[in-house]
């Protein structure tokens, strides 16, 4: 079986069986999408001078995570529920084909095909094209919310939103351009970054337990302000354009390639001589 081949055949069966967890997401994006629709007529009352919650207002609203937490007395821990269901969620939707498809017919594919690299470059791709359809139905749902509610489909961003539902506490008034594109690509990017390292994690212990070790990951990013956890870059309220001393989008761009080609080259490296017949 060729490259070709046995990609169609992974996107396939991946989509396949991650079919039913897209439709999960798309209903986390509405429930998340109402919440802040009600939240913002909450909180001002339905003033008639609140402006309208924009297309980037509520990516932004799902995709902030929290504001870098200080342990004091008087301040608590504040969990970021929407931030981490969504990650969480879309890790464990690709938790499992990749390490399920080396029994069976899949075991008979992978035999068939020429070279081992080739079934993990295929399952990498697969991996990649998963998570990016799960951000394009995040970014259609919204779209369509905004169409049905009358909201504006704009790349704008409201700061009163961001300081008042957010609690960013930000200094600035306006917000520059480029904020957009780090709330449209980062989360994504960490994302197909933390799911790649995963799927080799998976290689060399349970996958319950690699996805155990992301879960970690994630929640020490929300608890630490530290570039060295790149759960930080996918959280847009610790950007440097929304608060003083924020993290670079480079930075973690850079940081995140690194850690994605190891991730690939050990995957690589490691799977020649693993045992697929353990597994069968």
Known sequence: MNFYKLLKYDLKNGFRVGGLKLMIIILMTLAFCLDFYLRKDIVYMVDPLTPSGTWMDYLFYIFAGIKEYTPSITEEFIFPIKWILIHLFILYSTLYYPHRDLSSLGLNVLVRTKGRLAWWLSKSIWNISYVLSCYISIFLTIIIFCLVANEPISLEITPMFVNDLLDAGSPFDTFPSYLASIILLMPMFISIVLNLVQMTLGLFIKPLYSFGMMAVILLASAYFLNPFFIGN?????????????????????????LIMTLAFLIGSFYFKRYDILAEE
Do not use: F, K
């Open 233 to 257: 870059y996918a959280m847009p309220i610790r950007s440097e354009y929304v608060i003083e001393n924020g993290l670079q989008a480079t930075t973690g761009v850079m940081l995140s390639a």
